[in-house]
């Protein structure tokens, strides 16, 4: 039987095009098909690079049996959770209520009104671990939805109740100031893991924007302990098995503490936010290793992420081809025996490298391989040898099976990947960089914006996706537009962003302030998500609330700033007892506490003393401060495009700085090394 996902954008529900199940896309015409069926929908939620999603559709959706009985007995949905997070997130809501743990694939049954009744993540295909079978799970499912129809309506009105009555109002918690802010840094300090770096236990996962926070706040208050576990857990990931050694770029996450085996899949967006906290660690420290780091994951992202239209893709797998064994195996591509090491490298410097990348003849990941790391005690090398060893050993795995890639472009988190490339590319000096990152931005107006600012979630191969953008399409893309319009000193990405933090205060805004995560006129599921925690990546709801932020400071408009000050009530009532899970939020209140900045450089773009104060303020510290570069108003009236510019004069007929914040301005200058102490610029 034919399934329903063949003109699908997505890679993920591509990859089912195939299978025996009769699949659906998430669609009216879908619950329809229940409703005159009289059957239950069965939910599935995964996503391309997930290994779990994977494992359960080669065990359960390619077997003509288990097929058989679902086409039966159920209409059955399959979603990409990367194209539609609110479907995502209303259920997963559901989810971990009644289970008190959730993750991906997620399996729910839903009624023909899409009201869920039973849930789960992975089944197997035979019983074990005190889980059911999947086989189980349907035929107990089709015989409660038979024989008790009762029960099944009564128990799904009432998980939807219990989501309505979860709505948030965090909109009148108050503006987060000083004492929430140290506040969250003591709960940080409590959870915070002093011997390997990062927070809490196994799986570990890479604690972007809790860095961020922490080096706004040192930047803001001086906190050595701060910047210390900033430094140290930015150490510690990079010298582990979560960060590629030989490619550069950040895995998922790490299943043990020490940062060793990772999860293997590599996400756009974990790379965007890491690159971003390397290249300002460096611009706080100029630590060479942060520097490194920062500059390798920018390149991973440019090398095996982008796009044939100067967009990003989501993600790697975690799963590829072993050569040996010809099975689809986690890390096959990332990890090395000894014996390999010695065939690519000779026995001489297959035994410095293995002492070097900690190869051990034993293994630290499966069957007797290695994830490769920089061990504290490892051999020096000269950069000649090493670089040598490096491009012998990725050439070698350049050879294998690679990891599979979902190659749809999603607005989000090109938006943060837009942010990342273009301020690496002015502090490290890489203009080439910033011609990615304007590329990038370029695809995502041609293709993903609609004539009246919209976005669109998502697009692949140039073709625009069905699906709106959510909250965070919009926080993010804002984001990473305004950094570029303070890189490029280009004003037409300040006014791109201008009209869409606009459509957040229309579209995404309640009444008290709070926000939601689809817009007003959005398909209406059975609960409107809202949720403000910043988990994986910022949440839409921070995620806006620093883009207004931004924007007010760049425009001088109150409005903005009012929104983005009762948006950010969601800091001052979590900040201090959840700090780790909103980290962007409390990163956003540093800016707001500082000011932020606001820095205007005036001078011919020509001029390279206007290109040095340019970059002395993009490497200022001060938290969230905005930078506009350009001719004065009155010389050619370029000046309209940043409203910072307007009536700024030359002093001297030099290009001159202006930095304000709080309605106070300091001194006009002229001289680098003035501007680097308005702005906590760190010199050697």
């Not at 108003?633 to 700024?648: I, M, V």
């Amino acid at each position: 039987m034919p399934n329903h996902l063949a003109n699908e954008t997505s890679p993920y529900l591509l990859q089912h095009a195939d299978n025996p199940v009769d699949w659906w896309p998430w669609s009216p015409e879908a619950f329809a098909e229940a409703r005159e069926r009289g059957v239950p929908v069965l939910l599935s939620v995964g996503y391309s690079s997930c290994h779990w999603c994977h494992v359960m559709a080669h065990e359960s959706f390619e077997g003509e049996a288990t097929a058989a009985f679902m086409n039966e007995h159920f209409v059955n949905v399959k979603v990409d959770r990367e194209e539609r997070p609110d479907i995502d997130a209303v259920y997963m809501e559901a989810v971990q209520a009644a289970t008190g743990q959730g993750g991906w694939p997620m399996t729910v049954f839903l009624t023909p009104d899409a009201e869920p009744f039973y849930f789960g993540t992975y089944f197997p295909p035979e019983p074990r671990h005190g889980m059911p079978s999947f086989m189980q799970v349907l035929e107990g499912v089709r015989t409660a939805w038979v024989g008790r129809p009762e029960e099944v309506a009564e128990v799904a009105q009432r998980i939807v109740r219990d989501l309505a009555g979860r709505q948030l109002d965090y909109g009148k918690a108050g503006v987060p100031g000083p004492e929430e802010l140290a506040g969250a840094l003591l709960g940080l300090t409590r959870e915070y893991d002093a011997v390997r770096g990062g927070f809490g236990g196994a799986p570990k996962f890479p604690p972007s924007m809790v860095l961020e926070f922490l080096l706004r706040h040192h930047a803001r208050t001086g906190s050595e302990g701060a910047l210390q576990m900033a430094v140290d857990t930015c150490e510690a990931m990079a010298r582990g098995g979560i960060y590629d050694q030989l490619g550069g770029g950040f895995a998922r996450y790490s299943v043990d503490r020490e940062w060793v085996v990772p999860h293997f899949e590599k996400m756009l967006y974990d790379n965007a936010l890491l690159c971003r906290v390397y290249a300002h660690l460096w611009r706080t420290t100029g630590s060479d290793l942060a520097r490194r780091v920062a500059l390798e994951t920018a390149d991973f992202m440019i090398r095996e992420l982008r796009t044939e239209q100067g967009g990003f893709a989501s993600a790697l797998d975690a799963d590829s081809e072993d050569p040996v064994s010809g099975k689809h195996v986690e890390g096959a591509y990332y990890a090395w025996t000894p014996e390999q090491f010695a065939e690519v490298l000779g026995e001489a410097d297959g035994a410095l490298a293995q002492a070097y990348f900690g190869v051990t003849q034993e293994g630290t990941f499966e069957h007797g391989t290695s994830v490769l790391q920089l061990p504290q005690d490892g051999p020096a090398l000269d950069a000649e040898r090493l670089a040598g060893i490096k491009e012998r050993l990725l050439a070698a795995r350049g050879r294998r099976p690679a990891p599979g890639r979902d190659d749809k472009v999603v607005a989000a988190w090109n938006g943060l990947a837009i942010a990342a490339l273009a301020e690496c590319g002015a502090y490290f000096e890489r203009p080439d960089l910033v011609e990615r990152a304007t590329e990038a931005a370029d695809l995502l107006v041609r293709v993903h914006m609609d004539g009246s600012a919209r976005l669109a979630r998502t697009s692949r191969d140039g073709r625009v996706g069905p699906n709106a953008g959510v909250l965070e399409d919009y926080g993010d893309v804002a984001e990473g537009f305004l950094a570029l319009a303070s890189v490029t000193g280009e004003g037409v990405w300040l006014e791109f962003a201008g009209f869409l933090v606009d459509l957040v205060m229309t579209r995404f805004t309640a009444e008290d302030g709070s926000l939601y995560d689809t817009a007003h006129d959005a398909e209406q599921l059975i609960r409107r998500p809202q949720d403000p925690t910043d988990t994986a990546a910022p949440s839409g709801w921070t995620a806006a609330a620093g883009a207004l932020l931004s924007y007010a400071a760049h425009t001088g408009s109150e409005p903005h700033r009012t929104a983005a000050e009762r948006a950010l009530g969601v800091v001052q009532a979590l900040g201090p007892r959840a700090p780790r899970f909103i980290g962007h939020g409390l990163a956003v209140a540093e800016a707001l506490v500082d000011g932020p900045r606001e820095v205007a450089v005036v001078g011919h773009p020509d001029d390279p003393a206007t290109a040095a104060l340019h970059r002395t303020a993009l490497l200022g510290t001060a938290p969230g401060a905005v930078v506009a570069v350009g001719l004065p108003r009155a010389e050619d009236g370029s000046g309209g495009e940043f409203p910072l510019l307007a009536e700024r004069t030359l002093v001297r007929d030099l290009p001159t700085a202006y930095v304000c914040r709080h309605f106070v301005c300091a001194r006009p200058t002229t001289e680098l090394v003035e501007l680097a102490d308005q702005l906590g610029v760190v010199r050697p």
